[in-house]
């Protein structure tokens, strides 16, 4: 997994539709400037030291000043194009469109009056999924910006869902939406044939230049005895071995579980591994891996005694049964979830309503709680903005559109939610 995208952002004005028409327009109009400063923040780049996507930070040969922001764990660098260096003499514009043309992912925005957009205008063989942001009222207090995606018939479908005939707002809620589009965006495309066949073309040259490069004839003798009594002149103490020590290793540690199928109503018998860095399934009897993710995108669990719930991303969860109603192996599994994920546990609250039949928050597309009304009922129940809903009413959150989650919250007689509290900062996990 990749923590750091280069993202292009191409600009459309009223009546263009073509991508030299886009790569020529030499400087950004007021709206596309405003959708800008919404996305992230400018950067010098001479003397950047951050994630600078190819762009020059000495010499200012690629413009003076680009588009940068983090989201979450990652660092998003923008090729834009109004930002990189424009050449009157050249309608091509081979200096922007080096690094545009060479992005997986490509933002367009379009003034009101572009004409539609079609990939067919675009001349590139990197350029996988096109995010296309059209701009309402732009420059006014109802500006608000409608999204669509057009992407190559071998890129699977990505996350979060659009929901259908809805305008953003200009809001942080929008940005992230943004910002998680473009990324789940780059990571699908790295999922289709063309990437798939890349990736393993080139494990198998390294793997062909370390076989021939790096591979000794020379033998090592196993018959001479090596002597320690030299090397500790003095004896030392016997240490007591730290309890659960095992649970610090690096390499991933095992437990035999039975998983749950949802998709199939049926428990599978799976060997569980979790090293520092991912947590992995494998299928007892066919060897296969039927579930992976990295660590950093664990969340929270909702541990019981003989069972444990695993959420990860936006609220997605596997559902794991220890063997013979082992309650060891679940207190090591979250011990060590504890140790090598920045997750918690899950608190499940029952929420009531006020005079005017209101829970007392806000929550955003993701199941995050925007807002939350001080001293309420929801704030007494331990309710905190930054909190994640992933699950109301027993509803899996990340089953739902926003609409269908407001509507649960909204309907419910009993609503009865399990969140994961944000970070000690109050950022959301």
Same mark, same amino acid.
């Given at each position: 997994?990749?923590?750091?995208?280069?993202?292009?952002?191409?600009?459309?004005?009223?009546?263009?539709?073509?991508?030299?028409?886009?790569?020529?327009?030499?400087?950004?109009?007021?709206?596309?400037?405003?959708?800008?400063?919404?996305?992230?923040?400018?950067?010098?780049?001479?003397?950047?030291?951050?994630?600078?996507?190819?762009?020059?930070?000495?010499?200012?040969?690629?413009?003076?000043?680009?588009?940068?922001?983090?989201?979450?764990?990652? *660092?998003?660098?923008? #090729?834009? $194009?109004?930002?990189?260096?424009? +050449?009157?003499?050249?309608?091509? &514009?081979?200096?922007? @469109?080096?690094?545009?043309?060479?992005?997986?992912?490509?933002?367009?925005?379009?003034?009101?009056?572009?004409?539609?957009?079609?990939?067919?205008?675009?001349?590139?063989?990197?350029?996988?999924?096109?995010?296309?942001?059209?701009?309402?009222?732009?420059?006014?207090?109802?500006?608000?910006?409608?999204?669509?995606?057009?992407?190559?018939?071998?890129?699977?479908?990505?996350?979060?869902?659009?929901?259908?005939?809805?305008?953003?707002?200009?809001?942080?809620?929008?940005?992230?939406?943004?910002?998680?589009?473009?990324?789940?965006? *780059?990571?699908?495309? #790295?999922? $289709?044939?063309?990437?798939?066949? +890349?990736?393993?073309?080139?494990? &198998?040259?390294?793997? @062909?230049?370390?076989?021939?490069?790096?591979?000794?004839?020379?033998?090592?003798?196993?018959?001479?005895?090596?002597?320690?009594?030299?090397?500790?002149?003095?004896?030392?103490?016997?240490?007591?071995?730290?309890?659960?020590?095992?649970?610090?290793?690096?390499?991933?540690?095992?437990?035999?579980?039975?998983?749950?199928?949802?998709?199939?109503?049926?428990?599978?018998?799976?060997?569980?591994?979790?090293?520092?860095?991912?947590?992995?399934?494998?299928?007892?009897?066919?060897?296969?891996?039927?579930?992976?993710?990295?660590?950093?995108?664990?969340?929270?669990?909702? $541990?019981?005694?003989?069972?444990?719930?695993?959420?990860?991303?936006?609220?997605?969860?596997?559902?794991?049964?220890?063997?013979?109603?082992?309650?060891?192996?679940?207190?090591?599994?979250?011990?060590?979830?504890?140790?090598?994920?920045?997750?918690?546990?899950?608190?499940?609250?029952?929420?009531?309503?006020?005079?005017?039949?209101?829970?007392?928050?806000?929550?955003?597309?993701?199941?995050?709680?925007?807002?939350?009304?001080?001293?309420?009922?929801?704030?007494?129940?331990?309710?905190?903005?930054?909190?994640?809903?992933?699950?109301?009413?027993?509803?899996?959150?990340?089953?739902?559109?926003?609409?269908?989650?407001?509507?649960?919250?909204?309907?419910?007689?009993?609503?009865?939610?399990?969140?994961?509290?944000?970070?000690?900062?109050?950022?959301?996990?």
């Amino acid at each position: 997994l990749s923590f750091q995208h280069k993202i292009g952002i191409l600009y459309c004005k009223a009546g263009q539709s073509t991508e030299e028409e886009m790569y020529n327009n030499e400087t950004a109009g007021p709206a596309f400037e405003e959708f800008l400063d919404l996305l992230g923040q400018r950067v010098r780049l001479k003397g950047f030291s951050k994630y600078r996507a190819q762009l020059d930070n000495k010499t200012d040969s690629t413009g003076t000043h680009s588009l940068y922001t983090t989201y979450k764990d990652f *660092e998003l660098m923008f #090729h834009v $194009s109004t930002l990189l260096p424009y +050449m009157p003499n050249n309608r091509q &514009q081979l200096l922007r @469109k080096r690094h545009i043309g060479n992005d997986i992912v490509t933002i367009v925005f379009q003034e009101p009056g572009a004409l539609p957009f079609t990939p067919k205008n675009i001349r590139s063989h990197f350029q996988h999924v096109f995010v296309i942001v059209k701009v309402h009222n732009p420059c006014t207090e109802n500006v608000c910006y409608s999204v669509g995606v057009s992407r190559s018939k071998d890129v699977p479908p990505f996350g979060p869902p659009i929901p259908k005939g809805v305008t953003f707002p200009k809001s942080a809620v929008f940005r992230d939406f943004l910002l998680a589009k473009v990324i789940n965006a *780059e990571n699908a495309a #790295h999922k $289709s044939e063309k990437f798939r066949a +890349m990736a393993t073309r080139t494990r &198998q040259e390294y793997l @062909k230049d370390l076989a021939e490069n790096f591979v000794t004839t020379a033998t090592v003798d196993t018959s001479a005895k090596f002597s320690f009594i030299t090397l500790g002149a003095k004896k030392k103490e016997r240490v007591k071995p730290r309890k659960d020590a095992h649970l610090f290793s690096i390499g991933a540690i095992m437990w035999h579980v039975v998983a749950r199928d949802f998709g199939q109503s049926a428990d599978i018998e799976c060997l569980l591994g979790i090293s520092n860095e991912f947590i992995m399934l494998i299928e007892k009897d066919s060897k296969n891996v039927v579930f992976n993710c990295s660590c950093r995108d664990v969340i929270g669990w909702t $541990s019981g005694l003989v069972s444990i719930k695993v959420f990860y991303e936006r609220g997605e969860c596997i559902l794991l049964s220890s063997v013979d109603n082992c309650s060891e192996d679940i207190r090591e599994i979250v011990q060590r979830l504890v140790i090598v994920t920045r997750g918690c546990e899950t608190v499940e609250m029952t929420l009531r309503r006020n005079g005017l039949g209101q829970l007392g928050f806000h929550v955003n597309f993701e199941g995050i709680v925007a807002d939350v009304e001080p001293f309420g009922f929801a704030w007494k129940a331990g309710l905190r903005q930054g909190s994640r809903l992933v699950e109301i009413c027993k509803v899996a959150v990340a089953t739902l559109t926003h609409e269908q989650m407001i509507d649960l919250l909204r309907t419910s007689v009993t609503v009865k939610v399990v969140i994961i509290h944000p970070h000690e900062d109050g950022s959301p996990r």
